[in-house]
């Protein structure tokens, strides 16, 4: 091996490591003005003691393959996330085995990290019936969003919204479309077109009315209507869920 190898194996295993798996979630990000200068600061010493090695006619063959190791080891164990790529994978794996029991609405699940898998696994196996523009409906607790009510998805083919919850009512007004849900004693409302959403005022309490120190209603709920593009699921950045949709049996559905 060559001087500089460390170095090199350093710059092609975390490109490999960052456009493989998903970083930097819940302000991780940050973590990576720390994490790459330490690599790099631990390639040079590593390239120092072998040219010491060298100057002193000691084999450093025996040094660079545990060296190579710790540049490749270390990369791996700081590398800024909550789903360290075994973990990525073990979750994959699992989606898979559940494959049958994967459903269209799991496209529409909150863009989260720990969400992935499945809204890949979803996408491939309802790709004929998912529109290019969509809009995911997620409503969970106003104080809790970890306590989802219920998560599904509008299409929007020619304009026209198909939406993937059968109890959604939908009523057209001019050039703008009502949505209606009833849900656990609320009524959830909507409007809207392929181009942008509005959810109306829902009821309130006092804490969001006044702030801290007042009550807080444990029943109301949060609705987040996001758009949700075909071209921006993680399996057309990152290569992992790339290799993982494709892997992925067609069902023709």
Partial sequence: MRLWTYLIVAIVFNYLLYNTFPWGEDGGALMVFITIPLIIILSFILTFIHYLLN???????????????LVVLVSY???????????????????????????????????RYENYEKIIAAKRKFIRQLADTAYSVNISNKYDYRKVYQTYGINFFNDRPYPTNDELIVESSEKLYM????LLEDTISFTGD????????????????????????????????????????????????????????????
Avoid at 223 to 235: A, F, G, N, R
Wanted: glycine share 4%; hydrophobic share 35%; proline share 4%.
């Fill in 179 to 182: 949505f209606t849900d009833y």
């Fill in 55 to 69: 100057k002193r006619g000691q084999y450093a063959k025996y040094f660079q393959l545990p060296a190579v190791a």
């Fill in 194 to 253: 392929k181009n942008h959403m509005h959810v109306k005022k829902s009821r309130s309490d006092s804490f969001t009315e006044f702030g801290k120190g007042h009550f807080q209603d444990s029943t109301l709920k949060q609705i987040d209507i996001d758009l949700i593009l075909k071209e921006q699921t993680p399996d057309e950045s990152l290569w992992a869920y790339k290799m993982y949709y494709w892997l992925l049996p067609d069902d023709g559905q």
């Fill in 77 to 111: 164990l700081i590398f800024p996330t909550e789903n360290s790529p075994m973990v990525v994978i073990g979750k994959m794996i699992k989606v898979a085995n559940n494959y049958s029991s994967v459903s269209i609405n799991d496209y529409f699940l909150e863009r």
